[in-house]
């Protein structure tokens, strides 16, 4: 989902996207889909990969993972990006709708669910777009690719996660945090009580978009991600700044 942001940048950063367990191109295992597990598992890689102090951007579970980089790992990044995120735990109301999703797709296939997940995950302006009707097939085929053990697992930690709140005064990297003004998933309003809690963060709403503006209006992503970058390097380049 970051395959416009990639491009992007990777003329001036080393840009490394990976695929978390179960999605992607990832294995599927049998456990280890928790929150605390999937940060273990980033931050191994990071180091791996000698990339530390990084700059993180996380979308959606990405988010959750980097709200705990930050606050547990702090010398780890160089700054955090939060993606159509949230520090809330997931509303009752919405678990017990994703959990009958979840159960169909994970018995059956998640194919004949394509079209009730595409609402979820992109925006009424994006869905109605006819220019842009090759982009969601592209997308309907890979949601219906994805393991339906993989993705099913996944998704039920993400509904069974903690709420962050008490991370959040915790983080003291350089946050911009973007949500879609259509997001079904992580309102606005979560954004908002997340920029009030961190310190030294920005917000911008993205007009036009759902769940995934990565994919929905990539340009407004790749300008505000690279102004952002931009500044916080600056920033860390001046004398007297750690």
């Known amino acids: ?43 191994a890689l990071i180091k791996a990969l000698d990339c530390a102090p990084c700059h993180f951007v996380g979308h959606a579970m990405g988010g959750f ?8 790992h702090p010398t780890m990044l160089r700054s955090l990006t939060l ?10 109301e919405t678990k017990r709708r ?27 302006d994006f869905l109605q777009d006819e220019a842009r009707k090759d982009i969601r097939e592209f997308w309907e085929k890979q949601f219906a690719n994805n393991s339906p053990a993989g993705l099913s697992r996944a998704s039920l930690s993400v509904m069974k996660r903690e709420a962050m709140n008490n991370y959040l005064d915790k983080i003291n990297v350089s946050t911009l945090i973007m949500v879609g003004e259509q997001d079904l998933i992580t309102p606005v309003s ?25 994919v929905e209006n990539p340009q407004v992503v790749n300008h505000a991600l690279r102004s952002f970058l931009q500044s916080t390097t600056q920033l860390q380049q001046q004398p007297g700044v750690a």
Do not use: W
């Not at 993972?65 to 547990?72: C, E, K, Q, S, W």
């Not at 194919?111 to 997940?117: E, F, S, T």
């Open 65 to 72: 993972i980097g709200m705990r980089l930050a606050a547990d």
């Open 1 to 43: 989902m970051f395959n416009e942001q990639v491009k992007e940048l990777k003329r001036h950063y080393r840009c490394i996207s990976l695929d978390l367990r179960g999605q992607g191109d990832s294995e599927v295992t049998k456990s280890g889909y928790d929150m605390e597990t999937v940060t273990d598992v980033t931050l």
């Open 190 to 214: 979560h954004s908002h009580r997340m920029h009030e809690a961190i310190k030294d963060s920005e917000l911008l709403v993205i007009a036009d978009a759902g769940h995934s503006p990565t």
């Open 98 to 124: 994703f959990r009958r999703l979840l159960y169909i797709g994970r018995v059956f296939s998640f194919r004949p669910l394509v079209k009730r997940i595409l609402p979820i995950m992109f925006g009424q």
């Open 83 to 92: 993606l159509d995120t949230s520090a809330d735990a997931q509303p009752p």
